[in-house]
């Protein structure tokens, strides 16, 4: 099985801040890798996908990178919105997509 | 709008059954594959099972095979996942998800799953 690794667990930042979470995988994924954000009590929400394409709705100021093994999530100046848990998640051995432990990021 | 509506959570004993339903609407339910992914209390996301869009293909992570099965009426536009010998770590909120080939971009709010004596 493919192992998703998250640095780090947990994040305090504040707003305005540029913020990057790094997933790694313990095998090449070529570029299926996606991202999800999580708030408490609700459903993920799938921000990017593919490693690098923003999903319809998503602003902006969300970005992903990364193809192989290494990949980052960026946000380039935090909103209140979102903080949030995030989570990556590898689709190269369909359909027994695994995801990383996640990571909080929280207010500073 | 596009949506899925999870149903059938709630609390049963260890060793018991629970049969979980997704209600499709908005989409044409029948042209896709489905995922039922899983959320212990304070913990990650686990993908659970998968059916293909026909019902032809299933897959399961390896702690619920032989236990659960995904299964689907295309007719009704419903997703349902079997559960039978429930232990205590399959307490979570079970979510189902919209494949949309390599992703997950539609998710349901929901439901909530307690094993427990």
């Known amino acids: 099985d493919i192992q998703m690794t998250q640095s780090p667990s947990s994040l305090s930042a504040s707003v305005g801040d540029r913020v990057t979470i790094t997933c790694r995988a313990s095998?090449?994924?070529?570029?299926?890798l996606n991202w999800y954000q999580q708030k408490p009590g609700k459903a993920p929400k799938l921000l990017i996908f593919?490693?690098?394409t923003l999903q319809s709705g998503v602003p902006s100021r969300f970005s992903g990178s990364g193809s192989g093994t290494d990949f980052t999530l960026t946000i380039s100046s935090l909103q209140p919105e979102d903080f949030a848990t995030y989570y990556c998640q590898q689709t190269y051995t369909m359909p027994m997509y695994t995801f990383g432990q996640g990571t909080k990021l929280e207010i500073k | 709008q596009v949506q899925l509506v999870e149903s059938g959570g709630g609390v049963v004993q260890p060793g018991g059954s629970l049969r979980l339903s997704c209600a499709a609407s908005g989409f044409s339910f029948s042209a896709y594959g489905m995922h039922w992914v899983r959320q212990a209390p304070g913990k990650g996301l686990e993908r659970v099972a998968f059916?293909?869009?026909?019902?032809?293909?299933?897959s399961y992570v390896d702690s619920v095979r032989g236990r659960f099965t995904i299964s689907r009426d295309n007719s009704k536009n419903t997703l349902y996942l079997q559960m039978h010998i429930m232990r205590p770590e399959d307490t979570a909120v079970y979510y189902c998800?919209?494949?949309?080939?390599?992703?997950?971009?539609?998710w349901g709010q929901g439901t909530t799953v307690t094993v427990s004596s």
């Open positions: 095998q090449s994924i070529r570029s299926y």
């Open positions: 593919a490693a690098s």
């Open positions: 998800a919209r494949d949309l080939f390599t992703y997950m971009d539609v």
């Open positions: 059916i293909r869009y026909d019902g032809s293909n299933e």
